[in-house]
């Protein structure tokens, strides 16, 4: 077991604590986006069907985060924005709006806004964009969903949606918190 931690930490690791953050958190969501079909299946009961696999595609996705940081940490944190707010769009493709899945565009703002440094303002605020262009065009020229299931199980969803977006700011914000310089002690 402390052998596949170390692996881990070292598939994750990087000297710029940013790109560090964001190869944990890459590993973070590959980790769980074998569940999310399992979590459809709970919900959505005997209306799920093969789509729920659909939600699977990001994994290579987040998986090539770390790989990528190898070569450019840069390159790595815009990937993980890029495909975060790809995979919601994607996602809200196959289940629907009605579904709750476009809350996830708020961790991905939050991707964008924490994981670059000041020199990289440009790229940061071009990322941050992102999820409100995609958010603008999942309302604007909506497409049917892949999935269909009762409106009474779209409420279901969007409540599982709606607190795994919870959690995942929240890991966000503890994981990013752990990078940024602490404030100096108050004297008083």
Do not use: K
């Not at 940013?18 to 973070?28: E, K, M, Q, S």
């Amino acid at each position: 077991m402390r052998a596949a931690a170390r692996a881990l930490a070292g598939f994750v690791a990087h000297e710029d604590g940013l790109t560090a953050t964001c190869n944990t958190v890459a590993l973070v969501l590959a980790g769980n986006t074998p569940f999310y079909p399992l979590y459809l299946w709970a919900v959505l009961g005997r209306n799920a069907g093969p789509f729920v696999l659909l939600t699977l595609a990001s994994l290579p996705f987040w998986l090539a985060v770390p790989l990528l940081a190898r070569r450019s940490g840069y390159a790595a944190r815009a990937l993980l924005c890029t495909v975060a707010t790809l995979n919601t769009a994607w996602c809200n493709h196959v289940l629907g709006f009605s579904s709750g899945v476009a809350l996830f565009l708020i961790p991905c703002v939050m991707l964008a806004t924490l994981g670059f440094h000041q020199s990289e303002r440009r790229t940061m605020f071009a990322l941050a964009a992102l999820p409100f262009l995609a958010y603008a065009a999942l309302r604007l020229a909506p497409m049917p969903p892949i999935a269909t299931y009762p409106a009474s199980v779209a409420a279901s969803l969007a409540t599982l949606n709606g607190f795994s977006v919870a959690c995942l700011t929240f890991f966000l914000g503890i994981a990013f918190a752990a990078v940024r310089p602490s404030a100096p002690a108050a004297r008083g």
